[in-house]
Nanobody, 121 residues
Framework: QVQLVESGGGEVQPGGSLRLSCAASGSIFRIDAMGWYRQAPGKQRELVAAITSGDRTDYQDSVKGRFTISRDNAKNTVYLQMDSLKPEDTAVYYC???????????????WGQGTQVTVSS
């Protein structure tokens, strides 16, 4: 089994910054893509940012230039640096990772438990 543990959420004023972390542990042979999604009340979960094992990144248009995704493969950890936060960024943020537990099977997607980010004055 694989576990993803997120940290770094909280409440911040508009224009502020937060850094989310998500560490994977357990039966890990290889991690392919990793990413962050968010879900605001009454809305569907949406992709915020993703990063491949080769460090190619992809962002939702609304966060481009404000958020930065990165990963530390030695620590099996993905980060989301969020700057210039806006009230509309308020949501529960979930990380995910595509993990292969052995060389013989393809990767499958695992999810973290979610961390609340609130942007409010």
């Amino acid at each position: 089994q694989v576990q993803l543990v997120e940290s770094g959420g909280g409440e911040v004023q508009p224009g502020g910054s937060l850094r989310l972390s998500c560490a994977a542990s357990g039966s890990i042979f290889r991690i392919d893509a990793m990413g962050w999604y968010r879900q605001a009340p009454g809305k569907q979960r949406e992709l915020v940012a993703a990063i491949t094992s080769g460090d190619r990144t992809d962002y939702q248009d609304s966060v481009k230039g404000r958020f930065t995704i990165s990963r530390d493969n030695a620590k099996n950890t993905v980060y989301l640096q969020m700057d210039s936060l806006k009230p509309e960024d308020t949501a529960v943020y979930y990380c995910n990772a595509d993990v292969a537990s052995t060389r013989y099977f393809p990767s499958r997607r695992y999810w973290g438990q979610g961390t609340q980010v609130t942007v409010s004055s």
